[in-house]
């Protein structure tokens, strides 16, 4: 059974930063992450491949949010600064797992709430 664990949600004000990890037990092909606000489909936020370490962005956190990946500790960040209402969102880990095929795990997510 794959085990994603995520920390690091909270409340934080408008302009502020918080960083979310995601540790996971295996052969890592990527990590990434995703969001999702009641009512609306999940959306991809970032994304890093674990070989090269090869990042890709949604336009609307690109300047903002860094992704980056400890290989030791097999675990992704998510750096958010100058983070904005629009932010507000449960945040979840994704991770693509090498094997006969690229298996991708969904995290538990975790609550980020932006606000003054």
């Known amino acids: 059974q794959v085990q994603l664990v995520e920390s690091g949600g909270g409340l934080v004000q408008p302009g502020g930063s918080l960083r979310l990890s995601c540790a996971a037990a295996g052969s890592i092909y990527s990590m990434g992450w995703y969001r999702q606000v009641p009512g609306k489909e999940r959306e991809f936020v970032a994304v890093?491949?674990?070989?090269?370490?090869?990042?890709n962005y949604a336009d609307s956190v690109k300047g903002r949010f860094t992704i980056s990946r400890d290989i030791a500790k097999n675990t992704v960040y998510l750096q958010m600064n100058s983070l904005k209402f629009e932010d507000t969102a449960v945040y979840y880990c994704?991770?693509?797992?090498?094997?006969?095929?690229?298996?991708?795990?969904w995290g538990q997510g975790t609550q980020v709430t932006v606000s003054s």
């Open positions: 890093i491949r674990w070989s090269g370490g090869t990042t």
């Open positions: 994704n991770a693509g797992f090498l094997g006969g095929s690229i298996r991708y795990y």
